[in-house]
């Protein structure tokens, strides 16, 4: 049984997001602990804190974008993953798979973990452009997802406020960009804090024993 709180608060759009949750299931399996995947708005939590990505707030800077690649390239190699491609579509609106997700998680656990794999693979693997309905409709499908039936509860006004709530309660608890994680209420914001986790996780776990 897992006593932690851990949380992982995401949003499509980001590709260290999309790495990250490729990390995922080795630590839960390594770690004994379950990670409670949380749907954000990006868009959103960047409007609330006057936040902008890394290739808008870099670009003037001269080697900071490549040391970044650099560094990305770096955690692809240790974790081994060999899937990730940029998608060409970038950057991707993400309101409508993002709703998908509240939707998804609305009606069972099983469900969403499915539609959350589906849509990060077609984002980053599959380089999919994942802001346009129909291309939705049809990786939904393809993927033996009810395509229809989760676009129709996008516009459930439950949904849209769910989003909208957990994107408030991030920025209220100190967030301010994906992919962010919570231990309790203890925040580690990128991919490159994992270990940083990680080590914390274990800590707790002892103290627990």
Excluded at 87 to 102: D, K, Q
Excluded at 119 to 128: D, I
Excluded at 153 to 164: N, Y
Aim: with cysteine.
């Amino acid at each position: 049984m897992n006593e932690l709180s851990i949380e992982f608060l995401f949003d499509f759009g980001s590709p260290n997001a999309y790495l990250c949750h490729a990390v995922i299931p080795s630590l839960e399996q390594r770690l004994e602990v379950k990670f409670q995947y949380v749907p954000v708005l990006l868009g959103g939590l960047f409007k609330l804190t006057g936040n902008r990505s890394p290739m808008e707030t870099y670009a003037g800077v001269k080697n900071k974008l490549e040391y970044l690649h650099r560094e990305t390239e770096r955690f692809i190699s240790r974790h081994g993953i060999n899937e990730f491609k940029w998608n060409p579509h970038f950057p991707v609106n993400t309101l409508l798979i993002m709703r998908g997700a509240v939707a998804a998680q609305r009606e069972s656990e099983k469900l969403y973990r499915k539609y959350v794999d589906v849509v990060f693979s077609c984002m980053w693997e599959q380089g999919l452009k994942m802001d346009e309905e129909v291309v939705v409709r049809k990786a939904l499908a393809q993927a033996g997802l009810d395509a229809e039936q989760l676009l129709r509860a996008t516009q459930d006004p439950e949904v849209k406020d769910t989003l909208k709530a957990n994107t408030q309660r991030a920025f209220e608890r100190g967030a301010f960009g994906v992919p962010t994680f919570f231990l309790g209420e203890e925040m580690f914001f990128g991919k490159d804090r994992l270990r940083e986790l990680e080590d914390e996780i274990q800590r707790l776990r002892s103290r627990l024993c």
